[in-house]
Nanobody, 127 residues
Framework: QAHVVESGGGMVESGDSLKLSCAVSGFNLEYYSIGWFRQAPGKEREGVACVSSSDGKAYSADSMKDRFTGARDMTKNTVYLQMSGLKPEDTAVYYC????????????????????WGQGTQVVVSP
């Protein structure tokens, strides 16, 4: 059974960096892309980054390309979201999810293409 677990969230200050992890089990990263999403209080969930199954290439939303990037470690069955230059508006619950749909890393990410969602990890950025 496909399963993902996020970790690495916490409280940081504006300008700090943070690396989130998405540990996967029950499926092979060679065949599933991993998307990173976030949901801020009172806002809809949005896709922020994605790591493609075919070649491990990372994609990010245009507004975050210079600060957020994804990566994967096949030996650890883990996908990461590296965030830098964090701002208070980055405060959100961050989720990872798996997709076996072709081209699912095309932005904007389509949530319906992603299944096996994790419980999320909270990131709070103070001014």
């Amino acid at each position: 059974q496909a399963h993902v677990v996020e970790s690495g969230g916490g409280m940081v200050e504006s300008g700090d960096s943070l690396k989130l992890s998405c540990a996967v089990s029950g499926f092979n990263l060679e065949y599933y892309s991993i998307g990173w999403f976030r949901q801020a209080p009172g806002k809809e969930r949005e896709g922020v980054a994605c790591v493609s199954s075919s070649d491990g290439k990372a994609y990010s939303a245009d507004s975050m390309k210079d600060r957020f990037t994804g990566a994967r470690d096949m030996t650890k069955n883990t996908v990461y979201l590296q965030m830098s230059g964090l701002k208070p508006e980055d405060t959100a619950v961050y989720y990872c999810a798996a997709s076996g749909v072709w081209n699912s890393c095309s932005f904007p990410l389509i949530e319906d293409f992603f299944s096996s969602w994790g419980q999320g990890t909270q990131v709070v950025v103070s001014p």
